[in-house]
Protein backbone atom coordinates (compact mmCIF):
# COMPACT_ATOMS: atom_id res chain seq x y z
CA UNK A 1 0.00 0.00 0.00
CA UNK A 2 3.05 2.03 0.45
CA UNK A 3 4.55 1.80 -3.13
CA UNK A 4 1.06 3.57 -4.56
CA UNK A 5 1.23 6.47 -2.44
CA UNK A 6 4.40 7.15 -2.17
CA UNK A 7 4.54 7.07 -5.88
CA UNK A 8 1.26 9.27 -5.90
CA UNK A 9 3.50 11.68 -3.05
CA UNK A 10 6.28 12.05 -5.28
CA UNK A 11 4.47 12.45 -8.54
CA UNK A 12 2.34 15.87 -7.12
CA UNK A 13 5.39 17.17 -5.35
CA UNK A 14 7.42 16.80 -8.70
CA UNK A 15 4.46 18.07 -10.36
CA UNK A 16 4.56 21.54 -7.98
CA UNK A 17 8.19 22.05 -7.91
CA UNK A 18 8.85 21.34 -11.64
CA UNK A 19 7.38 23.90 -13.90
CA UNK A 20 6.38 21.46 -16.75
CA UNK A 21 3.89 23.57 -19.47
CA UNK A 22 1.93 20.85 -21.70
CA UNK A 23 1.41 22.25 -24.89
CA UNK A 24 -2.31 22.28 -25.95
CA UNK A 25 -2.63 19.48 -28.36
CA UNK A 26 -1.31 16.79 -25.54
CA UNK A 27 -4.03 18.23 -22.80
CA UNK A 28 -6.16 15.08 -23.83
CA UNK A 29 -3.36 12.73 -23.20
CA UNK A 30 -2.13 14.58 -20.19
CA UNK A 31 -5.79 14.36 -18.53
CA UNK A 32 -6.17 10.39 -19.71
CA UNK A 33 -3.17 9.65 -17.92
CA UNK A 34 -3.61 11.09 -14.96
CA UNK A 35 -6.78 9.79 -14.03
CA UNK A 36 -5.21 6.42 -15.45
CA UNK A 37 -2.70 6.58 -12.68
CA UNK A 38 -5.19 7.75 -10.23
CA UNK A 39 -6.98 5.07 -10.52
CA UNK A 40 -4.45 2.21 -10.82
CA UNK A 41 -3.47 3.79 -7.21
CA UNK A 42 -6.73 3.81 -5.73
CA UNK A 43 -7.38 0.79 -6.82
CA UNK A 44 -4.21 -0.86 -4.98
CA UNK A 45 -5.29 0.71 -1.65
CA UNK A 46 -8.45 -0.44 -2.68
CA UNK A 47 -6.55 -3.95 -2.79
CA UNK A 48 -4.02 -3.60 0.11
CA UNK A 49 -7.36 -2.83 2.37
CA UNK A 50 -8.97 -6.03 1.21
CA UNK A 51 -5.51 -7.86 2.11
CA UNK A 52 -4.79 -9.05 -1.86
CA UNK A 53 -2.72 -6.38 -3.00
CA UNK A 54 -0.06 -7.81 -5.53
CA UNK A 55 2.85 -5.13 -6.68
CA UNK A 56 3.29 -6.64 -10.11
CA UNK A 57 -0.47 -6.24 -10.93
CA UNK A 58 -0.13 -3.14 -9.35
CA UNK A 59 2.94 -2.24 -11.82
CA UNK A 60 1.03 -3.86 -14.96
CA UNK A 61 -2.27 -2.47 -14.20
CA UNK A 62 -0.80 0.90 -14.32
CA UNK A 63 1.24 1.38 -17.25
CA UNK A 64 -1.42 -0.81 -19.15
CA UNK A 65 -4.26 1.01 -18.21
CA UNK A 66 -2.19 4.64 -19.41
CA UNK A 67 -0.86 2.90 -22.92
CA UNK A 68 -4.50 1.78 -23.78
CA UNK A 69 -6.21 5.00 -22.46
CA UNK A 70 -3.17 7.17 -24.40
CA UNK A 71 -3.21 4.58 -27.36
CA UNK A 72 -7.72 5.14 -26.89
CA UNK A 73 -6.87 9.24 -26.97
CA UNK A 74 -4.90 8.65 -30.21
CA UNK A 75 -6.95 6.68 -32.19
CA UNK A 76 -9.74 9.33 -31.70
CA UNK A 77 -7.78 12.16 -32.63
CA UNK A 78 -6.67 10.60 -35.92
CA UNK A 79 -10.23 9.73 -36.59
CA UNK A 80 -11.45 13.47 -35.04
CA UNK A 81 -13.68 11.65 -32.91
CA UNK A 82 -13.89 12.10 -28.59
CA UNK A 83 -12.67 8.83 -27.98
CA UNK A 84 -10.58 10.26 -24.61
CA UNK A 85 -13.97 10.86 -23.54
CA UNK A 86 -14.81 6.97 -23.34
CA UNK A 87 -11.35 6.81 -20.80
CA UNK A 88 -12.39 9.70 -18.98
CA UNK A 89 -15.83 8.65 -17.92
CA UNK A 90 -14.40 5.01 -17.50
CA UNK A 91 -11.53 5.83 -15.11
CA UNK A 92 -13.66 8.76 -13.08
CA UNK A 93 -16.58 5.55 -12.79
CA UNK A 94 -14.07 3.67 -11.41
CA UNK A 95 -12.39 6.44 -9.37
CA UNK A 96 -15.40 7.06 -7.81
CA UNK A 97 -16.12 3.56 -6.98
CA UNK A 98 -13.08 2.52 -5.20
CA UNK A 99 -13.04 5.73 -3.04
CA UNK A 100 -16.44 4.48 -1.83
CA UNK A 101 -15.19 1.36 -1.33
CA UNK A 102 -11.83 2.85 0.29
CA UNK A 103 -14.80 4.91 2.70
CA UNK A 104 -16.35 1.78 3.72
CA UNK A 105 -13.72 0.11 4.81
CA UNK A 106 -12.77 2.45 7.27
CA UNK A 107 -16.78 3.30 8.35
Not at 3 to 22: D, M, S
Not at 49 to 70: E, H, K, M, P, Q
Request: aromatic content about 12%; proline content about 1%.
Amino acid sequence: MFLPLAGLLVGVLAGLVLNVNVGFEFTRYSAVAILAALDSVLGAVRAELDGVYDNRIFISGFITNAIVAVILTFIGDRLSLDLYLVALINFGFRIFNNVALIRRHFV
